[in-house]
């Protein structure tokens, strides 16, 4: 079996190299900065899969912002333990990030901070529209149709239909692998200082 960089052109394979050599240096880097060592992140099979997982994310995204969030949730689900005792609920979390844009973490970010799990209440979904306006720079239809393109993730659930069900994004609701993704983000944290 093939990796990915021996199907790519010989010119090509030091550009991947060199593509990929900066996010994984940016994820040991802050696992050394949790006082993880390089081999700690890879040391089981639960582990190495998950390190697997990471590289595949990686792939798929440029934004230092994304790889810093993947990364933190990598050392998160290995330091809750979850990597060792619950190791598809780690894989099921990183796997629905594994393709999202700065643009797409933002909006989750921004989601989780205004209303835990339901935007269905007109306060909080007035608060968090101005938000989206003012921080992300979207207008309520554009919103929607990033939040639309997430549930292709499971972290999102879309709202009752209705007639503004298309083009708002009131009533867009997290899931529990949100919550799970976010609580290894947020071990991370917590941990880390």
Wanted: glycine share 8%.
């Amino acid at each position: 079996m093939s990796s990915g960089v021996d199907l790519i052109p010989a010119g090509g394979k030091l550009a991947y190299r060199c593509f990929m050599a900066w996010k994984f240096d940016r994820l040991i880097e802050k696992a050394e900065a949790h006082g993880m060592t390089e081999q700690e992140l890879c040391n089981s099979d639960q582990r190495f899969a998950l390190y697997m997982r990471v590289g595949r994310a990686f792939e798929a995204c440029s934004e230092k912002e994304v790889i810093d969030f993947i990364s933190d949730a990598m050392i998160g689900g290995i330091r809750a333990g979850d990597a060792e005792h619950q190791p598809d609920l780690v894989q099921m979390a990183l796997a629905a990030v594994s393709n999202i844009t700065e643009t797409e973490l933002n909006l989750l970010l921004l989601m989780r901070a205004h209303q835990g799990n339901d935007l269905a209440t007109r306060d909080r979904y007035q608060n968090f529209l101005t938000d989206v306006e003012n921080k992300l720079h979207l207008k309520p239809a554009e919103a929607a149709g990033v939040l639309y393109g997430l549930l292709r993730t499971g972290l999102v659930l879309p709202p009752d239909t209705g007639p503004l069900a298309e083009s708002t994004i009131y009533g867009f609701r997290l899931t529990s692998l949100a919550d799970t993704l976010f609580s290894y983000v947020s071990y991370w944290a917590r941990h880390h200082q």
